[in-house]
């Protein structure tokens, strides 16, 4: 089963391999995986309006014929 989450989401196990023994989180992981996640939340945004752009001219050249 695939869960999608929001970029602000992760599910509970990924955090489980960012903490150290003494209970602290990696600061420069966490930044990592933030950066790495705005570029695939970019990458899908693109996406989305390329399709939304490329369905609204679609549309229109329907309604000029």
Do not use: C, W
């Amino acid at each position: 089963m695939y869960v999608m989450a929001m970029s602000s989401n992760f599910p509970f196990e990924n955090h489980t391999k960012q903490i150290l023994p003494q209970g602290k989180v990696k600061v420069t992981d966490l930044i990592s995986r933030m950066n790495k996640e705005k570029k695939i939340e970019k990458k899908r945004n693109l996406a989305l309006s390329l399709a939304a752009v490329s369905a609204a001219t679609v549309f229109g050249i329907i309604l000029t014929i």
